[in-house]
């Protein structure tokens, strides 16, 4: 059974290995650098929320939420989800966007926009589009993949 709920210490081990295998793969996130266990620590903690989805006290995935921008557009979130290779196709990133929905209205925003969805990750594309997601528009080659080719990417939001 897997269940998404707030992130503890004991957590991050797992969530940085879940994290640094979705920046490994370079088709999804736009980060290339991997993190390390303090550092990574210490980044799951400046968010807003973090959410990890877990079975038998196994880390499957996470979502980071957080402001979009600051100041008049603050009221704005933004997300990113990771989920593990071994936990793919199995309802779990759908848990994790649904729940970082709830946590981003129990935090006070308004929206959650994601800026930077690859045009190529048809499975996520999906989802959200099934969510009630909008796609904004398109961003011509604005994310470059792994074998140095650029594929677009198209932001979406939904209305919290």
């Not at 969510?131 to 677009?152: C, E, H, K, N, W």
């Amino acid at each position: 059974m897997v269940t998404v709920r707030r992130y503890a210490e004991e957590d991050v081990a797992g969530m940085v290995e879940v994290w640094n295998e979705v920046v490994r793969d370079g088709i999804a996130f736009p980060q290339e650098d991997e993190l390390g266990l303090a550092d990574g620590a210490e980044f799951f903690a400046q968010q807003t929320h973090c959410g990890v989805a877990v079975e038998g006290g196994q880390v499957l995935g996470l979502y980071i939420l957080h402001p979009n921008n600051v100041g008049r557009c603050g009221h704005i979130a933004n997300a990113s989800y990771a989920v593990g290779s071994v936990a793919r196709g199995k309802g779990v990133g759908r848990a994790l966007v649904e729940d970082s929905m709830a946590s981003g209205r129990e935090h006070g925003f308004r929206v959650l926009q994601f800026n930077a969805v690859v045009a190529t990750n048809a499975g996520a594309r999906h989802l959200y589009e099934k969510l009630g997601f909008v796609q904004l528009g398109t961003i011509p080659g604005g994310f470059r993949m792994p074998d140095g080719s650029y594929a677009d990417i198209c932001p979406y939001y939904h209305e919290l």
